[in-house]
Protein backbone atom coordinates (compact mmCIF):
# COMPACT_ATOMS: atom_id res chain seq x y z
CA UNK A 1 0.00 0.00 0.00
CA UNK A 2 1.19 3.70 -0.90
CA UNK A 3 0.63 6.18 1.40
CA UNK A 4 1.41 10.12 0.00
CA UNK A 5 2.22 11.49 3.30
CA UNK A 6 4.82 10.68 5.35
CA UNK A 7 4.58 9.95 9.24
CA UNK A 8 6.34 13.63 10.26
CA UNK A 9 3.81 15.07 7.75
CA UNK A 10 0.83 13.03 9.38
CA UNK A 11 1.85 13.52 13.04
CA UNK A 12 2.26 17.77 12.22
CA UNK A 13 -1.27 17.84 10.87
CA UNK A 14 -3.15 15.96 14.25
CA UNK A 15 -0.69 18.62 16.16
CA UNK A 16 -2.72 21.01 14.36
CA UNK A 17 -6.02 19.40 14.60
CA UNK A 18 -5.66 19.23 18.19
CA UNK A 19 -4.88 22.65 18.73
CA UNK A 20 -7.46 23.54 16.22
CA UNK A 21 -10.13 21.22 18.48
CA UNK A 22 -10.82 19.23 15.58
CA UNK A 23 -10.82 16.13 17.48
CA UNK A 24 -12.48 13.69 14.79
CA UNK A 25 -9.83 14.94 12.10
CA UNK A 26 -7.21 13.90 14.30
CA UNK A 27 -8.47 10.73 15.09
CA UNK A 28 -8.89 10.10 11.84
CA UNK A 29 -4.89 10.70 11.20
CA UNK A 30 -4.38 9.07 14.35
CA UNK A 31 -6.26 5.74 12.06
CA UNK A 32 -3.57 6.45 9.01
CA UNK A 33 -0.69 6.31 10.95
CA UNK A 34 -1.81 3.21 12.99
CA UNK A 35 -2.49 1.92 8.99
CA UNK A 36 1.28 2.55 8.31
CA UNK A 37 2.25 0.31 11.37
CA UNK A 38 3.40 4.05 13.20
CA UNK A 39 2.88 4.11 16.93
CA UNK A 40 2.07 7.94 17.03
CA UNK A 41 -1.53 7.01 16.06
CA UNK A 42 -1.96 5.32 19.25
CA UNK A 43 -0.66 8.97 21.29
CA UNK A 44 -3.19 10.86 18.59
CA UNK A 45 -6.32 8.44 19.34
CA UNK A 46 -5.69 8.71 22.98
CA UNK A 47 -5.16 12.23 22.96
CA UNK A 48 -8.44 13.09 20.84
CA UNK A 49 -10.28 10.87 22.72
CA UNK A 50 -9.22 12.61 25.90
CA UNK A 51 -9.98 16.17 24.87
CA UNK A 52 -13.53 14.53 23.62
CA UNK A 53 -13.95 13.87 27.20
CA UNK A 54 -13.83 10.07 26.75
CA UNK A 55 -11.56 9.23 28.98
CA UNK A 56 -11.65 5.68 29.57
CA UNK A 57 -11.31 5.09 26.00
CA UNK A 58 -8.46 7.39 25.87
CA UNK A 59 -6.77 5.28 28.22
CA UNK A 60 -7.76 2.36 26.44
CA UNK A 61 -6.28 3.64 23.49
CA UNK A 62 -2.85 3.88 25.28
CA UNK A 63 -2.68 0.67 27.04
CA UNK A 64 -3.05 -0.68 23.49
CA UNK A 65 -0.37 1.19 22.10
CA UNK A 66 1.53 -0.21 25.32
CA UNK A 67 1.03 -3.44 24.21
CA UNK A 68 2.64 -3.18 20.78
CA UNK A 69 5.25 -0.78 22.23
CA UNK A 70 5.99 -1.45 25.74
CA UNK A 71 9.46 0.61 25.72
CA UNK A 72 7.88 3.97 24.66
CA UNK A 73 7.80 6.73 27.37
CA UNK A 74 5.79 9.08 25.42
CA UNK A 75 2.68 6.78 25.94
CA UNK A 76 3.60 5.91 30.13
CA UNK A 77 3.56 9.72 30.43
CA UNK A 78 0.16 9.95 28.90
CA UNK A 79 -1.69 7.16 30.83
CA UNK A 80 0.47 8.71 33.82
CA UNK A 81 -1.50 12.08 33.26
CA UNK A 82 -4.63 10.59 32.69
CA UNK A 83 -5.03 8.34 35.44
CA UNK A 84 -3.90 10.71 38.09
CA UNK A 85 -6.60 13.07 36.45
CA UNK A 86 -9.07 10.71 37.00
CA UNK A 87 -8.05 10.27 40.52
CA UNK A 88 -6.40 7.08 39.89
CA UNK A 89 -3.48 7.98 41.96
CA UNK A 90 -1.94 4.29 42.20
CA UNK A 91 -2.55 3.29 39.20
CA UNK A 92 -0.65 6.63 37.80
CA UNK A 93 2.32 6.30 39.97
CA UNK A 94 2.79 2.77 38.33
CA UNK A 95 2.72 4.20 35.08
CA UNK A 96 5.06 6.88 35.55
CA UNK A 97 7.57 4.68 37.01
CA UNK A 98 7.03 2.23 34.13
CA UNK A 99 7.86 5.44 31.79
CA UNK A 100 10.99 6.47 33.79
CA UNK A 101 12.48 2.94 33.49
CA UNK A 102 12.09 3.57 28.90
CA UNK A 103 15.58 4.24 27.69
CA UNK A 104 15.39 7.77 26.65
CA UNK A 105 12.68 9.09 28.93
CA UNK A 106 13.26 12.41 30.33
CA UNK A 107 13.81 11.62 34.12
CA UNK A 108 13.14 14.97 35.41
CA UNK A 109 10.23 15.76 33.90
CA UNK A 110 8.67 12.20 35.13
CA UNK A 111 10.09 13.03 38.85
CA UNK A 112 7.78 16.31 38.42
CA UNK A 113 5.25 13.88 37.31
CA UNK A 114 5.24 11.98 40.15
CA UNK A 115 5.22 14.94 42.75
CA UNK A 116 2.37 16.43 41.40
CA UNK A 117 0.51 12.91 42.22
CA UNK A 118 1.78 12.68 45.48
CA UNK A 119 1.11 16.32 46.02
CA UNK A 120 -2.63 14.60 44.96
CA UNK A 121 -2.30 12.12 47.51
CA UNK A 122 -1.32 14.39 50.38
CA UNK A 123 2.11 12.77 50.71
CA UNK A 124 3.74 16.35 50.32
CA UNK A 125 7.45 15.22 51.91
CA UNK A 126 7.77 12.47 49.43
CA UNK A 127 6.57 15.16 46.49
CA UNK A 128 9.51 16.96 47.77
CA UNK A 129 12.17 14.26 47.38
CA UNK A 130 10.63 13.45 43.65
CA UNK A 131 11.21 17.30 43.15
CA UNK A 132 14.63 17.06 44.80
CA UNK A 133 15.86 14.22 42.12
CA UNK A 134 14.28 16.24 39.50
CA UNK A 135 16.51 19.04 40.52
CA UNK A 136 19.30 16.75 40.80
CA UNK A 137 18.39 15.16 37.38
CA UNK A 138 17.62 18.31 35.46
CA UNK A 139 16.75 18.42 31.70
CA UNK A 140 13.88 20.27 30.67
CA UNK A 141 11.93 21.30 33.28
CA UNK A 142 12.10 25.21 33.92
CA UNK A 143 13.87 25.48 37.13
CA UNK A 144 10.62 28.06 38.16
CA UNK A 145 8.36 25.10 37.61
CA UNK A 146 10.25 23.05 39.75
CA UNK A 147 10.17 25.85 42.78
CA UNK A 148 6.33 26.69 41.99
CA UNK A 149 5.84 23.02 42.38
CA UNK A 150 8.10 23.24 45.64
CA UNK A 151 6.68 26.08 47.23
CA UNK A 152 2.91 24.33 47.00
CA UNK A 153 4.10 21.29 49.03
CA UNK A 154 6.11 23.65 51.33
CA UNK A 155 2.51 25.98 52.29
CA UNK A 156 0.82 22.91 52.19
CA UNK A 157 3.10 21.46 55.34
CA UNK A 158 3.33 24.89 56.50
CA UNK A 159 6.71 25.70 55.99
CA UNK A 160 5.85 29.26 55.05
CA UNK A 161 9.80 30.81 54.66
CA UNK A 162 10.70 27.89 52.72
CA UNK A 163 7.96 28.47 50.84
CA UNK A 164 8.90 32.22 50.37
CA UNK A 165 12.21 31.92 48.95
CA UNK A 166 11.26 28.83 46.86
CA UNK A 167 9.00 31.71 45.20
CA UNK A 168 11.77 34.00 44.95
CA UNK A 169 13.61 32.00 42.96
CA UNK A 170 10.84 30.92 40.65
CA UNK A 171 10.39 34.55 40.18
CA UNK A 172 13.40 35.10 39.40
CA UNK A 173 13.79 32.09 36.96
CA UNK A 174 11.00 32.97 34.82
CA UNK A 175 13.41 34.97 32.38
CA UNK A 176 14.06 31.61 30.78
CA UNK A 177 10.61 30.77 30.63
CA UNK A 178 8.66 30.08 27.00
CA UNK A 179 6.81 33.16 26.47
CA UNK A 180 3.85 31.10 26.13
CA UNK A 181 3.72 29.32 29.42
CA UNK A 182 4.81 32.07 31.28
CA UNK A 183 1.45 33.78 32.36
CA UNK A 184 0.93 30.79 33.56
CA UNK A 185 3.74 31.00 35.94
CA UNK A 186 3.30 34.33 36.81
CA UNK A 187 -0.42 33.38 37.83
CA UNK A 188 0.92 30.27 40.20
CA UNK A 189 3.53 32.64 41.63
CA UNK A 190 1.06 34.89 42.89
CA UNK A 191 -1.94 32.54 43.83
CA UNK A 192 1.03 30.51 45.93
CA UNK A 193 2.30 34.31 47.90
CA UNK A 194 -1.72 34.84 48.33
CA UNK A 195 -2.00 31.38 49.85
CA UNK A 196 0.63 32.37 52.14
CA UNK A 197 -1.05 35.40 52.94
CA UNK A 198 -3.87 33.83 53.88
CA UNK A 199 -2.99 30.44 55.89
CA UNK A 200 0.18 31.93 57.74
CA UNK A 201 -0.96 35.79 57.99
CA UNK A 202 -4.48 35.65 58.12
CA UNK A 203 -5.08 38.55 55.93
CA UNK A 204 -7.61 37.50 53.94
CA UNK A 205 -7.56 41.75 52.09
CA UNK A 206 -4.15 40.69 50.79
CA UNK A 207 -4.71 37.52 49.89
CA UNK A 208 -7.56 38.60 47.49
CA UNK A 209 -5.28 41.43 45.31
CA UNK A 210 -2.98 38.55 44.99
CA UNK A 211 -5.57 35.95 43.63
CA UNK A 212 -7.32 38.94 41.51
CA UNK A 213 -3.41 39.65 40.29
CA UNK A 214 -3.28 35.70 39.30
CA UNK A 215 -6.06 36.13 37.59
CA UNK A 216 -5.22 39.11 35.49
CA UNK A 217 -2.28 36.44 34.06
Same mark, same amino acid.
Request: contains cysteine; proline residues 3%.
Given at each position: ????? &????L????????????????? %??????????????????? %????? &???????I???????????????????????? &????????????? *???????????????C????????????????????????? *?H?????????? %??? &???????????? *??????????????P??????????????????? %???????????????????
Amino acid at each position: MLFRK &SPEQLIEEAEQALAEREFEKAR %RIAAQLLRMQHTAGFEYEA %RALWE &SRRPNDAIAALKRGLEVAPELWILWEYLGHYL &SDMGRHGEALEAF *RRGMACAGAPQDSFLCNLAVVYQRMGEHETALQMLQQAETA *RHRVPVAYLELA %RAY &SLIQLRRFEEAE *RALNRADRATEAIDPEQLPTMQAMLEAYRGLIAW %RRDANLARAKQYAEQALRY
